[in-house]
Protein backbone atom coordinates (compact mmCIF):
# COMPACT_ATOMS: atom_id res chain seq x y z
CA UNK A 1 0.00 0.00 0.00
CA UNK A 2 1.48 3.11 -0.67
CA UNK A 3 2.21 6.14 1.44
CA UNK A 4 -0.49 8.22 -0.05
CA UNK A 5 -3.31 5.58 0.42
CA UNK A 6 -2.46 5.09 4.63
CA UNK A 7 -2.71 8.33 4.64
CA UNK A 8 -6.09 8.88 3.35
CA UNK A 9 -7.29 5.73 4.80
CA UNK A 10 -5.75 7.34 8.26
CA UNK A 11 -7.58 10.19 7.27
CA UNK A 12 -11.17 8.66 6.82
CA UNK A 13 -11.31 5.92 9.50
CA UNK A 14 -13.09 6.37 12.56
CA UNK A 15 -9.67 6.00 14.95
CA UNK A 16 -8.67 9.66 13.34
CA UNK A 17 -12.32 11.01 14.30
CA UNK A 18 -12.20 9.66 17.35
CA UNK A 19 -8.70 11.89 18.08
CA UNK A 20 -10.00 14.72 16.47
CA UNK A 21 -13.05 14.72 18.89
CA UNK A 22 -11.43 14.28 22.13
CA UNK A 23 -8.75 17.08 20.91
CA UNK A 24 -11.97 19.52 19.60
CA UNK A 25 -13.73 19.09 23.25
CA UNK A 26 -10.18 20.01 25.08
CA UNK A 27 -9.97 23.15 23.01
CA UNK A 28 -13.30 24.25 23.36
CA UNK A 29 -13.45 23.06 27.24
CA UNK A 30 -9.96 25.42 27.59
CA UNK A 31 -11.73 27.99 25.28
CA UNK A 32 -14.78 28.07 28.09
CA UNK A 33 -12.37 28.10 30.64
CA UNK A 34 -10.35 30.71 29.92
CA UNK A 35 -12.22 34.38 29.66
CA UNK A 36 -11.29 34.95 25.64
CA UNK A 37 -9.90 38.65 23.70
CA UNK A 38 -8.84 40.55 26.87
CA UNK A 39 -4.92 41.58 26.93
CA UNK A 40 -2.09 40.31 28.26
CA UNK A 41 -2.00 42.80 31.42
CA UNK A 42 -5.68 41.41 32.15
CA UNK A 43 -4.50 38.13 32.40
CA UNK A 44 -1.17 38.94 34.50
CA UNK A 45 -3.63 40.66 36.82
CA UNK A 46 -5.71 37.60 37.46
CA UNK A 47 -2.69 34.98 36.68
CA UNK A 48 0.87 35.19 36.89
CA UNK A 49 2.87 36.54 34.09
CA UNK A 50 4.36 33.26 33.57
CA UNK A 51 0.14 31.90 32.89
CA UNK A 52 -0.54 35.15 31.03
CA UNK A 53 2.66 34.50 28.31
CA UNK A 54 1.72 30.93 28.01
CA UNK A 55 -1.99 31.97 27.31
CA UNK A 56 -1.26 34.17 24.76
CA UNK A 57 1.71 32.60 23.26
CA UNK A 58 -0.62 29.16 22.73
CA UNK A 59 -3.69 31.89 21.28
CA UNK A 60 -5.82 30.63 24.43
CA UNK A 61 -6.89 34.13 24.64
CA UNK A 62 -8.50 33.96 21.56
CA UNK A 63 -9.09 29.90 20.70
CA UNK A 64 -12.12 29.64 18.74
CA UNK A 65 -10.06 31.96 15.83
CA UNK A 66 -6.83 29.90 16.10
CA UNK A 67 -4.74 28.14 13.53
CA UNK A 68 -5.30 24.68 15.35
CA UNK A 69 -8.93 25.40 16.38
CA UNK A 70 -9.58 25.76 12.60
CA UNK A 71 -7.19 22.96 11.44
CA UNK A 72 -9.27 20.52 13.74
CA UNK A 73 -12.33 21.50 12.87
CA UNK A 74 -11.11 21.20 9.05
CA UNK A 75 -10.08 17.64 9.39
CA UNK A 76 -13.07 16.50 11.65
CA UNK A 77 -14.89 17.69 8.88
CA UNK A 78 -13.33 16.56 6.13
CA UNK A 79 -13.17 13.05 8.08
CA UNK A 80 -16.98 12.70 8.62
CA UNK A 81 -17.59 13.60 4.73
CA UNK A 82 -15.19 10.91 3.91
CA UNK A 83 -16.45 8.40 5.77
CA UNK A 84 -20.10 9.30 4.52
CA UNK A 85 -19.25 9.35 1.14
CA UNK A 86 -17.53 6.12 1.64
CA UNK A 87 -19.73 4.16 3.04
CA UNK A 88 -22.66 5.61 0.70
CA UNK A 89 -22.64 3.23 -2.45
CA UNK A 90 -22.52 -0.01 0.39
CA UNK A 91 -25.70 1.90 1.86
CA UNK A 92 -27.45 2.23 -1.55
CA UNK A 93 -26.81 -1.39 -2.28
CA UNK A 94 -28.03 -2.94 0.83
CA UNK A 95 -31.02 -0.72 0.73
CA UNK A 96 -32.18 -1.89 -2.54
CA UNK A 97 -31.97 -5.77 -1.43
CA UNK A 98 -34.24 -4.96 1.63
CA UNK A 99 -37.37 -5.53 2.38
CA UNK A 100 -39.93 -3.83 3.49
CA UNK A 101 -39.38 0.57 4.10
CA UNK A 102 -38.72 -0.21 8.29
CA UNK A 103 -35.50 -2.46 7.54
CA UNK A 104 -34.71 0.58 4.20
CA UNK A 105 -35.00 3.42 6.72
CA UNK A 106 -32.92 1.46 9.84
CA UNK A 107 -30.23 0.90 7.32
CA UNK A 108 -29.85 4.69 7.27
CA UNK A 109 -29.79 5.69 10.66
CA UNK A 110 -25.94 5.59 11.57
CA UNK A 111 -25.09 7.75 8.44
CA UNK A 112 -27.84 9.77 9.07
CA UNK A 113 -26.66 10.01 12.49
CA UNK A 114 -22.98 10.96 11.10
CA UNK A 115 -24.25 14.01 9.02
CA UNK A 116 -26.05 15.59 11.84
CA UNK A 117 -22.81 15.14 13.75
CA UNK A 118 -21.06 16.91 10.64
CA UNK A 119 -23.41 19.76 10.41
CA UNK A 120 -23.65 20.16 14.28
CA UNK A 121 -19.76 20.74 14.31
CA UNK A 122 -20.16 22.96 11.51
CA UNK A 123 -22.52 24.95 13.04
CA UNK A 124 -20.76 25.52 16.37
CA UNK A 125 -17.20 25.59 14.90
CA UNK A 126 -18.31 28.30 12.43
CA UNK A 127 -20.33 29.85 14.77
CA UNK A 128 -17.30 30.57 17.40
CA UNK A 129 -14.98 31.51 14.51
CA UNK A 130 -17.28 34.21 13.00
CA UNK A 131 -19.61 35.38 15.51
CA UNK A 132 -20.18 39.02 17.35
CA UNK A 133 -20.64 39.69 20.49
CA UNK A 134 -20.54 43.36 22.58
CA UNK A 135 -21.89 44.88 25.76
CA UNK A 136 -23.38 47.48 26.86
CA UNK A 137 -24.30 49.03 29.84
CA UNK A 138 -26.33 52.25 31.25
CA UNK A 139 -28.87 53.76 32.94
CA UNK A 140 -32.39 54.62 31.82
CA UNK A 141 -32.78 57.49 29.05
CA UNK A 142 -28.90 57.09 27.63
CA UNK A 143 -28.28 55.84 24.26
CA UNK A 144 -25.00 54.08 23.40
CA UNK A 145 -23.49 52.61 19.79
CA UNK A 146 -23.31 49.14 20.08
CA UNK A 147 -19.70 48.08 18.70
CA UNK A 148 -18.87 48.82 14.91
CA UNK A 149 -22.45 47.10 14.48
CA UNK A 150 -24.19 50.45 13.12
CA UNK A 151 -26.45 49.94 15.85
CA UNK A 152 -27.39 52.35 18.69
CA UNK A 153 -28.91 51.28 21.86
CA UNK A 154 -31.82 53.46 24.29
CA UNK A 155 -32.50 52.35 27.27
CA UNK A 156 -35.94 52.97 27.91
CA UNK A 157 -36.63 51.47 31.34
CA UNK A 158 -34.77 49.15 34.02
CA UNK A 159 -36.44 47.56 36.93
CA UNK A 160 -35.60 44.63 39.27
CA UNK A 161 -38.49 42.78 40.83
CA UNK A 162 -38.08 41.63 44.33
CA UNK A 163 -39.87 38.96 46.47
CA UNK A 164 -41.41 38.97 49.46
CA UNK A 165 -37.59 38.31 51.41
CA UNK A 166 -36.13 41.38 49.21
CA UNK A 167 -34.17 38.82 47.08
CA UNK A 168 -33.91 39.58 43.12
CA UNK A 169 -36.88 37.80 41.19
CA UNK A 170 -36.07 39.24 37.70
CA UNK A 171 -34.54 41.50 36.12
CA UNK A 172 -36.00 43.70 33.10
CA UNK A 173 -34.73 46.16 30.56
CA UNK A 174 -36.76 48.14 28.30
CA UNK A 175 -34.80 48.83 24.99
CA UNK A 176 -35.16 50.19 21.71
CA UNK A 177 -32.62 49.61 19.32
CA UNK A 178 -31.64 51.78 15.53
CA UNK A 179 -29.77 51.23 12.93
CA UNK A 180 -28.30 54.73 12.29
CA UNK A 181 -26.47 53.29 8.74
CA UNK A 182 -29.90 51.98 7.22
CA UNK A 183 -31.73 55.33 8.88
CA UNK A 184 -34.19 52.61 9.66
CA UNK A 185 -36.78 52.96 12.56
CA UNK A 186 -36.20 51.85 16.08
CA UNK A 187 -37.71 48.20 16.99
CA UNK A 188 -38.21 48.30 20.65
CA UNK A 189 -38.57 44.88 23.01
CA UNK A 190 -38.28 43.58 26.39
CA UNK A 191 -35.23 42.03 27.57
CA UNK A 192 -34.87 39.89 31.18
CA UNK A 193 -33.02 37.01 32.30
CA UNK A 194 -33.44 33.68 30.46
CA UNK A 195 -35.66 35.94 27.79
CA UNK A 196 -33.37 37.32 25.14
CA UNK A 197 -34.47 39.22 22.30
CA UNK A 198 -33.94 38.87 19.12
CA UNK A 199 -33.47 42.58 17.37
CA UNK A 200 -31.21 43.94 13.72
CA UNK A 201 -30.33 39.93 13.03
CA UNK A 202 -28.39 40.03 16.58
CA UNK A 203 -29.79 38.45 19.96
CA UNK A 204 -29.83 40.86 23.35
CA UNK A 205 -29.78 39.20 26.78
CA UNK A 206 -30.26 40.61 30.28
CA UNK A 207 -26.93 40.57 31.67
CA UNK A 208 -26.72 41.74 34.78
CA UNK A 209 -26.91 45.25 36.74
CA UNK A 210 -24.87 46.99 38.81
CA UNK A 211 -24.87 50.48 41.12
CA UNK A 212 -24.04 54.11 39.26
CA UNK A 213 -24.60 57.86 40.36
CA UNK A 214 -24.42 61.37 38.93
CA UNK A 215 -21.25 62.92 39.37
CA UNK A 216 -20.99 66.54 39.15
CA UNK A 217 -17.54 68.93 39.21
CA UNK A 218 -17.87 72.14 39.46
CA UNK A 219 -14.50 74.80 38.97
CA UNK A 220 -14.17 77.19 41.39
CA UNK A 221 -17.81 77.02 42.58
CA UNK A 222 -19.07 77.23 38.62
CA UNK A 223 -20.38 74.35 37.17
CA UNK A 224 -18.12 72.34 34.81
CA UNK A 225 -19.82 68.24 34.21
CA UNK A 226 -22.46 66.78 35.00
CA UNK A 227 -22.69 62.87 33.95
CA UNK A 228 -24.07 59.27 35.08
CA UNK A 229 -20.83 57.41 35.76
CA UNK A 230 -21.07 53.29 36.76
CA UNK A 231 -19.57 51.79 39.42
CA UNK A 232 -15.70 50.69 37.65
CA UNK A 233 -16.19 53.54 35.52
CA UNK A 234 -13.67 56.89 35.57
CA UNK A 235 -14.88 60.52 34.78
CA UNK A 236 -11.60 62.28 33.38
CA UNK A 237 -12.10 66.40 34.37
CA UNK A 238 -12.98 67.96 30.79
CA UNK A 239 -10.43 71.15 30.92
CA UNK A 240 -7.82 68.55 32.83
CA UNK A 241 -7.85 65.36 31.04
CA UNK A 242 -4.71 64.06 32.87
CA UNK A 243 -6.89 63.91 36.05
CA UNK A 244 -9.28 61.36 36.42
CA UNK A 245 -12.08 60.14 38.75
CA UNK A 246 -12.25 56.79 39.40
CA UNK A 247 -15.82 55.19 40.86
CA UNK A 248 -14.30 51.98 42.20
CA UNK A 249 -17.99 50.91 44.43
CA UNK A 250 -21.06 51.74 45.47
CA UNK A 251 -22.36 50.93 49.28
CA UNK A 252 -25.89 51.46 49.62
CA UNK A 253 -26.00 50.89 53.25
CA UNK A 254 -22.32 51.64 54.12
CA UNK A 255 -20.39 50.26 57.29
CA UNK A 256 -16.78 49.70 58.24
CA UNK A 257 -16.10 46.31 59.16
CA UNK A 258 -12.72 46.19 61.00
CA UNK A 259 -10.21 43.75 59.32
CA UNK A 260 -12.63 43.42 56.24
CA UNK A 261 -12.75 47.65 55.19
CA UNK A 262 -16.12 48.65 53.26
CA UNK A 263 -18.99 46.86 53.18
CA UNK A 264 -22.88 47.01 53.15
CA UNK A 265 -25.11 46.23 55.43
CA UNK A 266 -28.37 45.61 52.97
CA UNK A 267 -29.17 46.35 49.28
CA UNK A 268 -31.25 49.36 50.70
CA UNK A 269 -30.25 53.16 50.15
CA UNK A 270 -30.19 53.94 54.51
CA UNK A 271 -26.48 55.08 54.24
CA UNK A 272 -24.96 55.50 51.21
CA UNK A 273 -20.94 55.42 50.57
CA UNK A 274 -18.78 55.80 47.11
CA UNK A 275 -15.77 54.57 47.01
CA UNK A 276 -13.37 56.64 44.58
CA UNK A 277 -9.86 57.05 43.90
CA UNK A 278 -8.64 60.43 42.34
CA UNK A 279 -5.52 60.22 39.79
CA UNK A 280 -3.35 62.26 38.06
CA UNK A 281 -0.95 61.50 34.65
CA UNK A 282 -1.55 57.82 35.52
CA UNK A 283 -0.45 58.00 39.75
CA UNK A 284 -3.01 57.87 41.95
CA UNK A 285 -3.19 60.78 44.36
CA UNK A 286 -5.96 59.14 47.12
CA UNK A 287 -8.57 56.91 47.62
CA UNK A 288 -11.67 57.02 50.32
CA UNK A 289 -15.41 56.61 51.41
CA UNK A 290 -17.69 59.58 50.30
CA UNK A 291 -20.36 59.67 51.63
CA UNK A 292 -24.21 61.10 50.69
CA UNK A 293 -23.54 65.04 50.79
CA UNK A 294 -19.90 65.42 51.66
CA UNK A 295 -17.57 66.72 48.54
CA UNK A 296 -14.32 65.65 47.36
CA UNK A 297 -12.37 69.21 47.33
CA UNK A 298 -9.23 69.01 44.37
CA UNK A 299 -7.48 72.34 43.71
CA UNK A 300 -9.66 74.03 42.44
CA UNK A 301 -12.37 71.51 41.49
CA UNK A 302 -15.18 70.23 43.77
CA UNK A 303 -16.67 66.53 43.17
CA UNK A 304 -20.15 65.28 44.05
CA UNK A 305 -21.36 61.48 44.13
CA UNK A 306 -25.53 61.95 44.06
CA UNK A 307 -28.28 60.15 42.57
CA UNK A 308 -27.17 56.40 43.06
CA UNK A 309 -29.35 54.03 41.00
CA UNK A 310 -28.75 50.79 38.95
CA UNK A 311 -28.13 50.22 35.60
CA UNK A 312 -28.59 47.17 33.76
CA UNK A 313 -26.03 45.52 31.49
CA UNK A 314 -26.99 44.09 28.26
CA UNK A 315 -25.14 41.31 25.97
CA UNK A 316 -25.19 41.29 22.58
CA UNK A 317 -24.31 38.68 20.60
CA UNK A 318 -24.77 37.51 16.58
CA UNK A 319 -24.13 34.16 15.73
CA UNK A 320 -25.47 33.77 11.87
CA UNK A 321 -24.49 29.54 12.26
CA UNK A 322 -27.22 28.91 15.22
CA UNK A 323 -29.66 27.63 13.11
CA UNK A 324 -27.10 24.75 11.26
CA UNK A 325 -25.97 23.86 14.86
CA UNK A 326 -29.79 23.51 14.99
CA UNK A 327 -30.71 21.28 12.07
CA UNK A 328 -27.76 19.25 13.16
CA UNK A 329 -29.16 18.24 16.61
CA UNK A 330 -32.17 17.67 14.99
CA UNK A 331 -31.17 15.38 12.09
CA UNK A 332 -28.89 13.57 14.52
CA UNK A 333 -32.30 12.68 17.00
CA UNK A 334 -33.80 11.60 13.51
CA UNK A 335 -30.72 9.40 13.14
CA UNK A 336 -30.83 7.90 16.80
CA UNK A 337 -34.75 6.75 16.27
CA UNK A 338 -33.52 5.17 12.52
CA UNK A 339 -31.20 3.16 14.72
CA UNK A 340 -32.60 2.46 17.94
CA UNK A 341 -36.17 2.63 17.31
CA UNK A 342 -36.76 1.50 13.43
CA UNK A 343 -33.89 -1.16 12.49
CA UNK A 344 -33.90 -3.28 15.93
CA UNK A 345 -37.70 -3.93 16.01
CA UNK A 346 -36.71 -6.04 12.13
CA UNK A 347 -34.44 -7.50 14.09
CA UNK A 348 -36.67 -8.70 16.75
CA UNK A 349 -39.41 -9.72 14.26
CA UNK A 350 -36.61 -11.76 12.79
CA UNK A 351 -35.52 -13.25 15.89
CA UNK A 352 -38.86 -13.93 16.34
CA UNK A 353 -39.05 -15.78 13.11
CA UNK A 354 -35.93 -17.85 14.21
CA UNK A 355 -37.13 -18.69 17.48
CA UNK A 356 -40.47 -20.12 15.63
CA UNK A 357 -39.18 -22.52 13.14
CA UNK A 358 -36.77 -24.01 15.93
CA UNK A 359 -39.69 -24.84 18.13
CA UNK A 360 -41.55 -26.21 15.26
CA UNK A 361 -38.57 -27.83 14.28
CA UNK A 362 -38.41 -29.72 17.78
CA UNK A 363 -41.74 -30.68 17.62
Not at 44 to 65: G, N
Amino acid sequence: MSVLKRIWKFISSMRFAIILLVVLAVTCSIGSLVTQNQSYAWYASRYSERTAALIVALHLDDAFHSLYFILITAFLCLNLTLCNIIRLPGLIKRTGKASGLRERLGIWGAWVTHVGVLLLILGFSLGQMTHKEYAAYGVPGQTMAIGDTGLVMTIDDFRVDLRADDTVEQYTSEITVYDIARSSSGKSATVSVNNPADLFGMRFYQNSTGWAARVTIDKDGQPLQDSIVCAGDYLAVSDKQDLVIYFNAFYPDYVMISGYGPATASGKLNNPGYLYSVYYQGRILGMNVLMEGEVLTIDEYSVHFTEPQSYTLIQIKKDSYTPLAFAGGIIILLGLVLSLYVKPRKNNRLQNDLQTRGDDASS
